[in-house]
């Protein structure tokens, strides 16, 4: 190789090393978009280290407050590219939507090391061909609420709902609400079956049938839940463990049971969309969120169980909430798959089946 090959062969290799340092250069960037629910958990999520860690890393944090139906629209969308999104919070079932619809970024633990410790359990929920699509956050146990100064024999099962003593005093929402169709599932695994078994969804909706006496409301939503729990209308209702415990925490004479044929998980999990802006960014974000220190802080607000293994609970969390890697094995879990798309038509046979709101 002659003297100019050599000198054309390192200006060529400078000028790919400059490429490549241009390109790197050009995907930093110094913003991130996240997407939560609002209300309280924007609060308490902007509180527990997100705007923090955006602060000290000279981050320019936007929070988008919205819900699951609407971020899915936009990711769809999108079609994976551009996506208005670097990170959102799903639900189980929208993770397995958007997954199938291929709008998310697989995570590894190489980008986000706090994967690592991160419940197997309940991580295992988020794997598809080899491939985690979210990192497990927060989760919400559905559970028996109950009016501690009414109820004189506080219920250890879903079947005990139909017990005489609370009749005219339960309140259970439909499918259409996230506790309706959690219950649902609750009730079927009660009753020693699957939601993808038709026998069993028909058993279930049979014994729905001879609640009719003791249903006083079908609530379709925290706010409804809690004013018939206020009111003393209601005395026993399926809802989650944080927000039970939130309101005994304010006041309200109220308790809450984990059911002896098992509570029913619902999980808020950070996802990053495929096409993300502020990809590097994401990665950051979502390893701070999954730390033991942001999910302990996040707990003390919300009295949920989290899902990293170090997190060290307040003492008071601790005597409420069950937590943990046995505590987590035993949840029940929704088939989405088999679930979506039969809701219309379990809804309809929900109304047949208790004759509607009294």
């Given at each position: 190789?002659?003297?100019?090959?050599?000198?054309?062969?390192l200006?060529?290799?400078?000028?790919?090393?400059?490429?490549?340092?241009?390109?790197?250069?050009?995907?930093?960037?110094?913003?991130?978009?996240?997407?939560?629910?609002?209300?309280?958990?924007?609060?308490?999520?902007?509180a527990s280290?997100?705007?923090?860690f955006?602060?000290?890393?000279?981050?320019?944090?936007?929070?988008?407050?919205?819900?699951?139906?609407?971020w899915?629209a936009?990711?769809?969308?999108?079609?994976?590219?551009?996506?208005?999104?670097?990170?959102?919070?799903?639900?189980?079932?929208t993770?397995?939507?958007a997954?199938?619809?291929?709008?998310?970024?697989?995570?590894?633990?190489?980008?986000?090391?706090?994967?690592?410790?991160?419940?197997?359990?309940?991580?295992?929920?988020?794997?598809?061909?080899?491939?985690?699509?979210?990192?497990?956050?927060?989760?919400?146990?559905?559970?028996?609420?109950y009016r501690?100064?009414?109820?004189?024999?506080?219920?250890?099962?879903?079947?005990?709902?139909?017990?005489?003593?609370?009749?005219?005093?339960?309140?259970?929402?439909?499918?259409?609400?996230?506790?309706?169709?959690?219950?649902?599932?609750?009730?079927v695994?009660?009753?020693?079956?699957?939601?993808?078994?038709?026998?069993a969804?028909?058993k279930?909706?049979?014994?729905?049938a001879?609640?009719?006496?003791?249903?006083?409301?079908?609530?379709?939503?925290?706010?409804?839940?809690q004013?018939?729990?206020?009111?003393?209308?209601?005395?026993?209702?399926?809802?989650?463990?944080?927000?039970?415990?939130?309101?005994?925490?304010?006041?309200?004479?109220?308790?809450?049971?984990?059911?002896s044929?098992?509570?029913?998980?619902?999980?808020?999990?950070?996802?990053?969309?495929?096409?993300?802006?502020?990809l590097?960014n994401?990665?950051?974000?979502?390893?701070?969120?999954?730390?033991?220190?942001?999910?302990?802080?996040?707990?003390?607000?919300?009295?949920?169980?989290?899902?990293?293994?170090?997190?060290?609970?307040?003492?008071?969390?601790k005597?409420?909430?069950?937590?943990?890697?046995?505590?987590y094995r035993?949840?029940?879990?929704?088939d989405?798959?088999?679930?979506?798309?039969?809701?219309?038509?379990?809804?309809r046979?929900?109304?047949?089946?208790?004759?509607?709101?009294?």
């Amino acid at each position: 190789m002659r003297k100019n090959d050599n000198k054309n062969v390192l200006l060529a290799a400078l000028a790919g090393l400059l490429f490549t340092s241009a390109a790197v250069a050009a995907d930093a960037t110094d913003a991130v978009v996240v997407g939560v629910y609002g209300g309280d958990w924007e609060k308490n999520i902007r509180a527990s280290g997100l705007e923090q860690f955006a602060k000290e890393n000279h981050l320019k944090l936007t929070v988008v407050p919205g819900a699951d139906a609407e971020w899915f629209a936009k990711l769809r969308a999108a079609k994976g590219r551009r996506s208005p999104y670097d990170i959102v919070v799903f639900q189980p079932d929208t993770v397995q939507r958007a997954q199938a619809a291929g709008l998310l970024q697989p995570l590894d633990a190489k980008d986000i090391p706090n994967l690592s410790r991160l419940y197997p359990s309940v991580q295992s929920r988020f794997v598809y061909d080899n491939q985690t699509y979210a990192a497990a956050f927060s989760l919400g146990q559905l559970g028996l609420a109950y009016r501690s100064d009414l109820v004189k024999t506080p219920p250890k099962s879903w079947l005990d709902l139909w017990k005489p003593e609370y009749k005219g005093h339960v309140a259970i929402s439909s499918p259409t609400y996230a506790a309706g169709l959690q219950f649902f599932a609750g009730l079927v695994h009660a009753l020693g079956g699957e939601l993808n078994q038709p026998a069993a969804v028909d058993k279930a909706f049979a014994k729905l049938a001879d609640l009719r006496d003791n249903a006083v409301a079908f609530p379709d939503s925290p706010g409804a839940i809690q004013t018939l729990l206020e009111r003393g209308d209601a005395w026993v209702v399926p809802y989650w463990d944080g927000r039970v415990f939130a309101l005994k925490q304010q006041g309200m004479k109220i308790d809450f049971v984990y059911p002896s044929d098992g509570a029913v998980v619902g999980a808020a999990n950070w996802v990053i969309p495929k096409g993300a802006p502020n990809l590097a960014n994401a990665y950051k974000v979502v390893n701070a969120m999954s730390s033991a220190e942001v999910q302990k802080a996040f707990s003390d607000k919300s009295l949920y169980g989290m899902t990293n293994q170090d997190v060290q609970y307040s003492d008071n969390l601790k005597k409420q909430v069950q937590v943990g890697e046995e505590a987590y094995r035993k949840l029940i879990w929704i088939d989405y798959s088999a679930a979506t798309p039969q809701l219309a038509d379990w809804t309809r046979r929900w109304s047949q089946a208790l004759g509607g709101a009294k």
